[in-house]
């Protein structure tokens, strides 16, 4: 809930991070993904980990594999 009481995290979320470069972190039974401040999923709640890096790429890891994802949710990198 912003400062005037509009909802930007819809209650469905489990855990929630601030926002950060624009994206927060988002956990969803057990899984994490990335939404964006008008509560649109960017990044699918279906890795291990989402994080917003200080270089504006949101990392996130899904099986042994790490994934880099830019602001509008396009794969960037996939490593391992």
């Known amino acids: 809930i912003d400062k ?3 909802e930007v995290i819809p209650f469905k ?5 601030s926002f950060r470069e624009g994206l927060a972190s988002v ?13 649109r999923e960017v990044i699918p ?16 890891s899904l099986n042994n594999k790490i994934f880099y994802f830019n602001h509008d949710g396009v794969l960037v ?4």
Do not use: M, P, S, W
């Open 45 to 60: 709640c279906k890795y291990e980990y989402a994080v917003v890096d200080d270089d504006g790429l949101v990392r996130a």
């Open 27 to 39: 956990e969803l039974y057990g899984k994490c993904g990335c939404i964006d401040k008008r509560g």
């Open 77 to 80: 990198q996939e490593r391992g």
């Open 13 to 17: 979320y489990h855990i929630t991070e």
């Open 4 to 6: 005037k009481g509009n």
